[in-house]
């Protein structure tokens, strides 16, 4: 196969939810139709539950767990689909805004019953940032759940994308008969116990009797009526807007009862984009380039606290990576080279020879590789496009044993690399600040810190608000801002400015006097 099939060959996409709306159940099924795996209760969840606060233990195995299932390739009518999982606890959603950057494609999991969760909405503003198509899938329809019509409502308004239904569901819960597929027009119907996948019936008119006779005289008329509003409501289906991200297809389904789940794939493989170019700072990078770019957007250490390599996740942008080549590591200004890469297929990793764009490949690091680091053949590119978000949570972090200041500052160094939180030094007074999206990362970073690094760190209080990116558009305004706020600025680890706002109203005030800079909640602007 040539390099150009290759490309075409390949989608890579992420699947993303609020906790618990079934991302894992969901991942597994599709993994089922590659063949990848055989039996379900192969992918482990990675979720880390919150009753395991402050089992480290837990932690621990579950970080072990997630290497495998970070990353999960299959085939599917000779397609090569990519699948990168996320983490579900919030605690970890910056992991997540990260593993976005790597995706072509996204789709979101919605609980039917739920609704759209404040995860959903914040992961969606990450795609809409990105302009990432968008494929919704409403899981658990064999429960109880809300009426599609007030669901996709709500999808519309809370995550303000457009959306075109390309199923439906007739009923819901213990009424559930299963989801006509607007897309192929025909009619799938459920059933709880037999979980086998049965194909769709076509129905080429949905006036004939023959509907009523599969699903009922008043489901079929239901269905009928809801599919003419469908019609009158909602735009057809428009792989152009889908593929700017201005149009989400939706699909209704239950992901535990492998039901829906068959339509969705059809309709990901045809529509779903192809690994797309990449913006640098210098240019567009192309897929189709001869020459190979990538960049990283996840590290994980490893298990082993003796061995302190980790694995770098690294997205294969243009050109063809090969084993034991020397790269561009354009950070460091460095050539390396790698003699395991590893490549993951559902629950296995194993040496690759080649990777293609799309691909993600697993490199062993010990220490050289940070977020965003790109490689290439030779040229200097950065890739554009990992975000970091203001917050919600902020401590000083001191040294609690002086004897090991070394150890204390090595280990801030990587975890922060490894994207587990946020630094900031307070340009004022010096001081360290970490920066986490919930209180399970502070328990993390100081268990890992002891653990991996033998150094001992020592929490205190800070009062902060949010801590934003500074955009001047007067220089002079800046200057002033920085005279009078002195205390309240610091550098992140990139050396960008920061204003630490205390209160909401600080921030405010910051904003109404200081007309010409803007204050941004993430770092890409
Ligand atoms: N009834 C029903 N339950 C489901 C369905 N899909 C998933 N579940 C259940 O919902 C719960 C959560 O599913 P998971 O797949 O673990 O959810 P998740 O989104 O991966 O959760 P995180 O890893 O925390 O993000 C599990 O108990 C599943 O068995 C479904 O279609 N119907």
């Known amino acids: 196969m040539g390099f150009k099939e290759e490309i075409l060959k390949r989608r890579t996409f992420g699947i993303v939810s609020h906790p618990d709306a079934g991302k894992t159940t969901l991942t597994e099924k599709l993994l089922l139709f590659g063949g990848a795996i055989h039996i379900a209760g192969a992918v482990k969840s990675n979720k880390i539950k919150k009753t395991a606060t402050s089992d480290f233990m837990e932690i621990e195995r579950q970080r072990g767990i997630s290497v495998a299932t970070s990353v999960m390739g299959f085939e599917y009518k000779d397609v090569k689909i990519n699948i990168l999982d996320t983490p579900g606890h919030q605690d970890f959603a910056e992991d997540t805004f990260r593993v976005l950057t790597a995706c072509d494609s996204v789709i979101i999991v919605i609980d039917s019953a739920k609704g759209v969760e404040s995860q959903t909405r914040k992961l969606m503003q990450v795609c809409r940032m990105r302009k990432t198509p968008v494929i919704v899938f409403i899981n658990k329809l064999d429960r109880p759940g809300q009426d599609p019509f007030d669901l996709l409502d709500e999808i519309e308004k809370e995550l303000q994308i457009q959306v075109t239904p390309l199923s439906w569901p007739i009923g819901n819960g213990d009424v559930f008969k299963g989801i006509y597929n607007i897309h192929k027009e025909n009619l799938c119907l459920y059933s709880a116990s037999v979980q086998t996948i049965q194909d769709g019936i076509e129905i080429n008119d949905i006036d004939s009797d023959e509907l009523d006779s599969h699903i009922g005289e008043r489901s079929a008329s239901k269905l009928r009526e809801d599919l003419e509003l469908v019609r009158e409501v909602y735009p057809a289906a428009d792989r152009e807007a889908y593929l700017q991200g201005q149009l989400a297809p939706v699909f209704f389904g239950s992901a535990l009862n492998n039901f829906g789940i068959r339509e969705m794939l059809d309709c990901f493989i045809e529509i779903a984009p192809t690994p797309l170019p990449r913006e640098t700072e210098e240019r567009i990078v192309s897929p189709e380039e001869e020459k190979f770019t990538g960049f990283v957007f996840k590290i994980h250490a490893n298990m082993d606290p003796n061995h302190r390599d980790r694995i770098a996740f690294v997205k294969v942008c243009s050109g063809t990576f090969k084993r034991n080549t020397n790269y561009l590591h354009v950070g460091l200004g460095k050539n390396l080279k790698f003699s395991t890469p590893t490549a993951f297929m559902a629950s296995k990793k194993s040496i690759i020879d080649e990777a293609y764009p799309g ?19 030779g040229e200097k590119l950065h890739f554009k496009g990992i975000p970091s978000f203001s917050p919600e949570l902020f401590k000083y972090i001191e040294n609690a044993d002086p004897m090991k200041s070394k150890q204390l500052a090595k280990g801030i160094d990587q975890l922060m690399d490894e994207g587990v939180a946020q630094l ?34 020592r929490w205190e209080p800070i009062n902060l608000y949010k801590a934003c990116w500074i955009e001047a558009l007067d220089d002079k305004e800046l200057e002033d801002f920085k005279l009078h706020k002195a205390q309240y600025l610091a550098k992140d680890k990139w050396g960008r400015d920061v204003f630490l706002a205390e209160s909401q109203y600080m921030l405010q ?17």
Not at 426 to 447: C, D, M, P, S
Not at 509 to 525: G, P, R, V
């Open 359 to 377: 691909d993600i490949v697993g490199l062993h690091d010990t220490g050289n590789f940070k977020i965003g680091d790109t490689l290439t053949e």
């Open 509 to 525: 005030m910051a904003q109404s006097n200081y007309k010409k800079l803007i204050f941004h909640f993430t770092s890409e602007f």
């Open 424 to 457: 900031f030094v307070n340009q004022f007074n010096n001081r360290k600040i970490i920066g986490t999206v919930g209180a399970l990362q502070f328990e993390v970073i100081e268990y890992r810190l002891l653990h991996e690094y033998s150094a001992a760190c």
